[in-house]
C-alpha cells in the first residue's frame, strides 16, 4: 500500500530503499547465509524493500548475502514511479542514479566527498546544477551545526544530489530537512528485529523454510502498520509517528489469545480494537536528539569509535540546528582542524611519556582473532 505524505509542503510520496540482515541467522549447510532489508530509502547486501514515511512496506526481495545492496535494489525499480527516493551513499553511482531517473521517479541522495561534479549552474540558493552521468542534477553542498541542551556543538557536512532542479520550489534547506527523514527506516528495522522477532533468530535450516519466515514477518508486520496508520488517519492531525508499535503488537496478541471482537462491525466506530488501543497511548511529539550511533555485537567492525566522531555517547536534545549552504564548492570545505596545544604543555608531556616504562609491543589482533583468543583463554567465558 502507498500513502501520500506532504512533503515540504508539497504533496509527494517518499520511497526509502536500504538492505539489512535480520539477527545473527545461523548460517545454512551448503548454501549462502540469507540477508533482509528493507527501505524507505536504504540498501544493504541481503533484502531490500521500499516503504514510505508511514514506515509500511511497498515492496522486498531478499536472498544471499554476496549480493550487493544496489543489486537487489535494481528488483525495486518497478515501485519507483511518481515517488520520492531518498537514499545514502551506497546507492549514489552512476548506473543506479541513471536507472533510478529513467524509471520516473525523483531522487534525492548523498553522494560520496570524493566525488567532483562539474558546476553549470549556479543558483541563489547556493546549489548549483551539474550532471551524473546523462542525468541532469542539483547539487547541494551545506554544513550543518547542532547545538545540543548541554551548550555543546556539534558540526557535519552533507552533500546532496537531487533531480529537483528548482530552487524557489524546492530551498536548499527544506530539501536538507527532508533527507534526515531516510533515517526513519532503522525504525522499521528495530520494529522488525527486536520488536516481532524479541531476540529470537530464525529457526529454518534450509533457504526455503528461512524465505516463507521472512515473508511472514513481513506480513505480520505490513498488517500492524496498515492498523496504526488508520488509527492515525481516523483523529486528524495525528502524527503517524505519533503511534507506538509495541502498543499494536499487544493489542494484536491480545486479539489471538482472547479471540473477543475479532470481525469489525460499523457500530464499533471507524477503527477497531487494536486502533483504539493505539489512539489511547499516542507516543509524545518526537524531540530531536542526536549521539554516537552505537553498536552493541561485540565482533562488528563499526565498533570502534571513530577518532573524528564528536558527537555525545548518550543522547542529547538538540536546541537549535544551523545550515549554511556551500555557493558552486565542487570540494567540500574541509573540517576545523583542533588548536595546537601550547608549546610548554606538550614539553611537560613529553616529560611524562619519557618517564614512563615502556609497554610490551604486542602482535597486531584483528577484532575477530581477538575475541578467538579470549575464548581460548578462558573456554568458560561465555
Given at each position: 500500500?502507498?500513502?501520500p505524505?506532504?512533503?515540504?509542503g508539497?504533496?509527494?510520496?517518499?520511497?526509502?530503499?536500504?538492505?539489512a540482515?535480520?539477527?545473527?541467522?545461523?548460517?545454512?549447510?551448503?548454501?549462502?547465509q540469507?540477508s533482509?532489508?528493507?527501505g524507505?530509502i536504504?540498501?544493504r547486501?541481503?533484502?531490500?524493500?521500499?516503504?514510505d514515511?508511514t514506515?509500511?512496506?511497498?515492496?522486498a526481495?531478499?536472498?544471499?548475502a554476496t549480493c550487493?545492496e544496489?543489486?537487489y535494489a535494481a528488483r525495486?525499480?518497478?515501485?519507483?514511479p511518481?515517488?520520492?527516493?531518498?537514499?545514502?551513499?551506497a546507492?549514489?553511482?552512476?548506473?543506479f542514479l541513471?536507472?533510478?531517473?529513467?524509471?520516473?521517479?525523483q531522487?534525492l541522495?548523498r553522494i560520496?566527498?570524493?566525488?567532483?561534479?562539474?558546476?553549470?549552474?549556479?543558483?541563489p540558493d547556493?546549489?548549483?546544477?551539474s550532471?551524473?552521468?546523462?542525468?541532469?542534477?542539483?547539487?547541494?553542498?551545506?554544513?550543518l551545526?547542532?547545538?545540543?541542551?548541554d551548550?555543546?556543538?556539534?558540526?557535519?557536512?552533507?552533500?546532496?544530489a537531487?533531480?529537483?532542479?528548482?530552487?524557489?520550489a524546492?530551498p536548499?534547506?527544506?530539501?536538507i530537512?527532508?533527507?534526515h527523514?531516510r533515517?526513519?527506516?532503522e525504525?522499521?528495522?528495530?520494529a522488525l528485529?527486536?520488536?516481532?522477532?524479541?531476540?529470537?533468530v530464525?529457526?529454518?535450516?534450509?533457504r526455503f523454510?528461512?524465505e516463507?519466515?521472512?515473508w511472514?514477518?513481513?506480513?505480520?508486520?505490513q498488517a500492524?502498520r496498515?492498523?496504526?496508520?488508520?488509527?492515525?488517519?481516523?483523529?486528524?492531525g495525528?502524527?503517524?509517528?505519533r503511534?507506538?508499535?509495541?502498543?499494536?503488537?499487544?493489542?494484536?496478541?491480545?486479539?489471538?489469545i482472547?479471540?473477543?471482537n475479532?470481525?469489525?462491525?460499523?457500530a464499533?466506530g471507524p477503527?477497531?480494537?487494536?486502533g483504539?488501543a493505539?489512539?489511547g497511548?499516542?507516543?509524545?511529539a518526537?524531540?530531536h536528539r542526536v549521539?554516537?550511533?552505537k553498536v552493541?555485537?561485540?565482533i562488528?567492525?563499526?565498533?570502534?569509535?571513530?577518532c573524528?566522531?564528536?558527537?555525545?555517547?548518550?543522547?542529547q536534545?538538540?536546541?537549535?540546528?544551523a545550515?549554511v549552504?556551500?555557493?558552486?564548492?565542487?570540494v567540500p570545505?574541509?573540517?576545523?582542524?583542533p588548536?595546537?596545544?601550547h608549546?610548554?604543555?606538550?614539553?611537560?608531556?613529553h616529560q611524562?611519556?619519557?618517564q614512563?616504562?615502556?609497554?610490551?609491543?604486542r602482535?597486531?589482533?584483528?577484532?575477530?582473532e581477538?575475541?578467538?583468543?579470549?575464548?581460548?583463554?578462558?573456554p568458560?567465558r561465555?
Open positions: 500500500m502507498r500513502y505524505v506532504l512533503a515540504h508539497r504533496l509527494r510520496r517518499l520511497l526509502l530503499c536500504e538492505g540482515r535480520l539477527g545473527a541467522q545461523p548460517v545454512l549447510a551448503g548454501e549462502d540469507v533482509a532489508g528493507l524507505r536504504s540498501h547486501a541481503g533484502d531490500d524493500a521500499g516503504r514515511r514506515r509500511g512496506l511497498l515492496g526481495v531478499f536472498g544471499p550487493g544496489t543489486s525495486l525499480m518497478h515501485l519507483l511518481d515517488q520520492m527516493l531518498l537514499a545514502d551513499r546507492f549514489g553511482g552512476t548506473d541513471t536507472a533510478v531517473a529513467a524509471s520516473g521517479a531522487f541522495v560520496k566527498a570524493s566525488r567532483r561534479p562539474p558546476v553549470l549552474t549556479r543558483l547556493g546549489s548549483f546544477l550532471v551524473i552521468g546523462a542525468v541532469k542534477v542539483r547539487i547541494i553542498d551545506a554544513g551545526t547542532v547545538t545540543c541542551a551548550g555543546s556543538r556539534i558540526a557535519g557536512r552533507y552533500r546532496l537531487t533531480t529537483l532542479l528548482g530552487p524557489v524546492d536548499a534547506p527544506a530539501l530537512a527532508l533527507y527523514e533515517w526513519e527506516i525504525s522499521a528495522y528495530f528485529r527486536h520488536t516481532l522477532l524479541g531476540g529470537r530464525l529457526r529454518s535450516g534450509d523454510g528461512v516463507q519466515e521472512l511472514a514477518l513481513l506480513t505480520l508486520y500492524l496498515m492498523a496504526m496508520v488508520e488509527a492515525a488517519a481516523s483523529r486528524p495525528t502524527d503517524p509517528d503511534a507506538c508499535f509495541t502498543t499494536a503488537v499487544q493489542g494484536a496478541r491480545d486479539q489471538v482472547l479471540a473477543s475479532v470481525l469489525w462491525e460499523p464499533d477503527v477497531a480494537v487494536i483504539r493505539i489512539l497511548d499516542l507516543l509524545p518526537r524531540r549521539s554516537i550511533r552493541k555485537s561485540p562488528s567492525r563499526y565498533h570502534a569509535r571513530p573524528d566522531d564528536d558527537r555525545p555517547l548518550t543522547s536534545n538538540i536546541t537549535s540546528l545550515i549552504v556551500h555557493e558552486g564548492q565542487t570545505p574541509p573540517r576545523p582542524t588548536e595546537p596545544p608549546p610548554a604543555e606538550h614539553e611537560h608531556e611524562e611519556q619519557e614512563e616504562p615502556p609497554e610490551e609491543v602482535p597486531h589482533l584483528d577484532r575477530k581477538h575475541v578467538l583468543a579470549l575464548l581460548r583463554a578462558d568458560c561465555i
